[in-house]
């Protein structure tokens, strides 16, 4: 069925440092993919996404790559903070109808000062 | 402009009861789409309501139901309780059902079967 594989589970990063997660789908009707954020106790937040007609998008500090032949994409965040730490989620469109989004485990990125 | 709004935040039931769990979306916004959050599984999907019918649904048995009403707002229904499905139930709302449309989550009802 359909998948999202999603790494690291945890990153550890030092403040100003980049963090890099990257998933991988399998579904190749795929064609949306956001990035959700989620602190403990809140509610996953968008944070970012990219259309399968675009391969890389930017906002400030967050970057997203999308690479549709081998059915991969990445999240970077350069420049970390320690606000930055979270769990992050990515998320890809099924090939049905509707909303429904197929999410990757999450990956727990933690960032000291 | 209001968010998503889920009812309760917190309940506990004991097993082989039934639970319902509301959701109002964003005013104007006619999706809804329902999510059991897990440590071990993370956020699986479990079905959409639009326009009052039910669009897609995932991989779960049937003792989890929805519907929608005629103002958007959508609950879903668990029957027979296991332990199993002690979660964070999340559903999030969309303008037109389209993903990336105002994609937004309300803040989940966290389930504890006992």
Known sequence: GE???QHPSTLSVQ??????IKCTYSDSASNYFPWYKQELGKRP?????IRSNVGEKKDQRIAVTLNKTAKHFSLHITETQPEDSAVYFCAASTGQAGTALIFGKGTTLSVSS | KAGVTQTPRYLIKTRGQQVTLSCSPI???RSVSWYQQTPGQGLQFLFEYFSETQRNKGNFPGRFSGRQFS???SEMNVST??????ALYLCASSLEGIPGYGYTFGSGTRLTVV
């Open chain 1, 45 to 49: 937040q968008l944070i970012i996404d």
């Open chain 2, 71 to 73: 103002n958007s707002r």
């Open chain 2, 81 to 86: 309780l296991e332990l199993g499905d002690s």
């Open chain 1, 15 to 20: 403040e100003g440092d980049s963090a890099v």
């Open chain 1, 3 to 5: 998948n999202v594989e």
């Open chain 2, 27 to 29: 005013s104007g916004h």
